[in-house]
């Protein structure tokens, strides 16, 4: 799914398929040792996907342990992303000398309920265009897919910055008909080749009940504002899952 998402010259893996935690580095094992074994099978899968991604750029296999606020850190020369919810694990990765960063999340494909919570992701325009979109398509859960954009958007924007973004300092705009999303910063964003980047583009889409969200900031050759070419064709409907 994630390979519709992010063409080369990322390379994708993913998987609805828990591994055991024996695929585990030892250093790695130790990170989620007091974790449940749910917690431990996420864990171990999605770096299972990482390395298989890594496997496809033609890097060694390497334990992928937790930095600074959880970010993972990846082998030397890479950049990536990694993700995981209630039935679906994926990871993407590059060469740090192709791509500047790179964001990915899925979510269940269920709206968010409770109003605080809401109103803790979602500014008021946010929530306004989520309102129309669902009087549209009310069989996508608009709100859980604006926050999803939104954990990618944290994904890409913290490698290059070092510092915490809150849900209310980016403002998601979705294309329902493009698979598409844009995020403008509300805060002064990271200088990537001599340019500030003032928002972020991704894409978006909807499967057998999972939302997913990818963004892939380049360093040449494209705008730093514009979304990474997409495989030059929408990445969704929303007329159903596909």
């Not at 919810?85 to 709206?111: K, N, S």
């Not at 129309?132 to 939104?150: M, Q």
């Not at 360093?219 to 899952?241: H, L, Y």
Request: net charge neutral; charged share 25%; proline share 8%.
């Amino acid at each position: 799914m994630i390979d519709e998402l992010l063409p080369p010259p990322l390379a994708v893996a993913d998987t609805r398929h828990d591994r055991p935690d024996s695929v585990l580095y030892p250093a790695e094992a130790r990170t989620v040792a007091g974790a449940v074994d749910e917690r431990r099978r996420e864990f171990a899968t999605v770096r299972f996907c990482a390395r298989q991604a890594l496997r496809d750029l033609g890097v060694a296999p390497a334990p992928i342990l937790n930095g600074e606020r959880g970010a993972p850190v990846w082998p030397a020369g890479t950049i990536g992303s990694m993700t995981h919810c209630r039935g679906y694990r994926a990871a993407a990765v590059a060469y740090a000398t192709e791509l500047a960063t790179i964001g990915i999340d899925a979510e269940p494909d269920l709206p968010i309920r409770d109003e605080g919570t809401r109103e803790l992701v979602m500014v008021a325009e946010e929530r306004a265009r989520v309102a129309a979109l669902t009087a549209r398509h009310p069989e996508v859960a608009w709100d859980r897919l604006v926050f999803s954009a939104k954990e990618s958007v944290y994904k890409a924007w913290y490698p290059l910055t070092g510092r915490w973004l809150d849900f209310h300092e980016a403002v998601v705009t979705v294309d329902p008909d493009r698979g598409a999303f844009h995020a403008r910063l509300l805060v002064p964003g990271p200088e990537i080749g001599g340019r500030r980047v003032g928002a972020f583009q991704g894409g978006w889409l909807r499967r057998d009940g999972i939302l997913l969200t990818a963004i892939a900031l380049t360093r040449t050759g494209v705008d730093s504002t514009r979304p990474f070419p997409f495989a030059g064709r929408p990445a969704t409907t929303v007329s159903g899952t596909r």
